[in-house]
């Protein structure tokens, strides 16, 4: 009578345990992963206050090109892959493989392809293997379609620019929870970019921008964009929340991650003004300011990661995220008989929207 009254307890807190879901990337062995990505940025200017020795002055006067529609924009990525031989570490698989192959589809910057050259067009292959801890080595194994200059089998610099695409692995929590059940992930720079923009890696703006022909000024600010991603995304959480498991039409369980992150930071640019404002002394070389520049930047967002429990990867991604950025400069230039003054507030307010799809075959 005891043995059987213990396993009946023993079936009825089994049965009254919460299901637990396995969130972790694991795709099955031989997989190739795909993924598709879709980013639009809408950032708009809201205007500038300027004042000179204390004056206010009309910023069209002393910003060449001042406009409000010049100084916003609209950039919209797209972005394809295909990830073939991985090589995963034996046991724990949460770190992602070491090393892959990716096949490269369409990769447009508002609808125009960059000029990266050296054969990495859409066709690509390219080989990523780990190189320490946090790098990768890449090399291109086979040239896009439509290369002009295919360098197969080196190591190339625009290379740079491809990152190895996280597939959203670092936002599951590499165990089994219950529905309703939230956990906090810290984000460094490079995982902030993988929100607004994956596949891409920071360091490789410039390359990209210089691909578009963008000018040098503008290249040599996105060559610190790996900087201010890291400044943004310091203390940066993105909260996750299981919300459900189903199963869609063609029967893959899915579950349904919920996401959500606000955070705040600001950006030390004193030194870009140093380096590019210059005051007309009358010497022909100009005179360099003492500049204070900093510009506050917070963000909020909120979306949803689907997770293909059977395949071990993402199945979708959609994310929304608002930011406001205020810039304040103040500069300052000691002449023979005064000290010349320059104060200035530039406002931004934008909205980023990224979706993405993903598969395992």
Known sequence: MTTHTSLSLLVLTLLAAPAQTPLEWSPPPGAELAADHRVQWKLEFEGAA???????QDPADFIEGYDEDAFSRDIELAFAARDSELRLPLGDTADGPLSFVREYGEFTVDGETPDMAEGLTEGARVLFRRDGDDGWERRLLAAG????????????????ALAEDLGFRHLVPGEAVEAGATWRVYLSGQDLFDLVAGGLDAAGAPTIAAGLGAEDDERELL??????????????????????????????????????????????????????VKFDDGSGEGRTPEVEAEMAVSYSGTGELTWDLAAGCFAAFELTVEFEAELD??????????????????????ELTHTAEGSAQ
């Open 50 to 56: 300027i004042q000179i020795m204390g004056e206010d």
């Open 145 to 160: 379609d439509d290369a002009t200059d295919s360098k197969a089998g080196e190591p190339l610099e625009s290379l740079s």
């Open 223 to 276: 060559g610190r964009l790996g900087e201010f991603l890291d400044v943004l995304a310091e203390g940066a959480t993105v909260d996750c929340t299981l919300v459900s498991v189903e199963a869609d039409d063609d029967g893959r369980e899915l579950a349904r991650i919920g996401l959500a992150l606000e955070h705040e930071g600001t950006l030390e640019l004193s030194q870009y003004f140093t380096d590019t």
């Open 329 to 350: 400069v103040d500069l300052a230039a000691d002449f023979d008989a005064f000290t010349f003054e320059i104060h200035a507030d530039l406002d931004w307010t934008g």
